[in-house]
Nanobody, 116 residues
Framework: QVRLVESGGGLVQPGGSLRLSCIASGFTFSWFAMQWHRQTPGRERELVAAISSTGSNINYADSVKGRFTVSRDNIKNTVYLQMNSLESEDTAVYYC?????????WGQGTQVTVSS
């Protein structure tokens, strides 16, 4: 059974940091590129960061460049999103996604709220 389980979300003040984790099981994690997306009510889901299967290729949305860092551990079957200098506009549900060709799997999401 394929599972992607996100964790690490919560309430943080502006300027603070959070580290999201996404643990994968039920498929060959190292074959898949991984992405982090986020969504707020009334808006389309936004791609935040992407990392290739080996970790050699990484991309970020302009809105998070210089503040967020994506990484992965293919031994632990885990992808991470380190989020620094958080802003209220970063408030969203964050989802991880595994993708390979036309196959993709989604996690259930974790809420991140940036508020004073």
């Amino acid at each position: 059974q394929v599972r992607l389980v996100e964790s690490g979300g919560g309430l943080v003040q502006p300027g603070g940091s959070l580290r999201l984790s996404c643990i994968a099981s039920g498929f060959t994690f190292s074959w898949f590129a991984m992405q982090w997306h986020r969504q707020t009510p009334g808006r389309e889901r936004e791609l935040v960061a992407a990392i290739s299967s080996t970790g050699s290729n990484i991309n970020y949305a302009d809105s998070v460049k210089g503040r967020f860092t994506v990484s992965r551990d293919n031994i632990k079957n885990t992808v991470y999103l380190q989020m620094n200098s958080l802003e209220s506009e970063d408030t969203a549900v964050y989802y991880c996604m595994a993708i390979r060709s036309d196959v993709n799997y989604w996690g259930q999401g974790t809420q991140v709220t940036v508020s004073s």
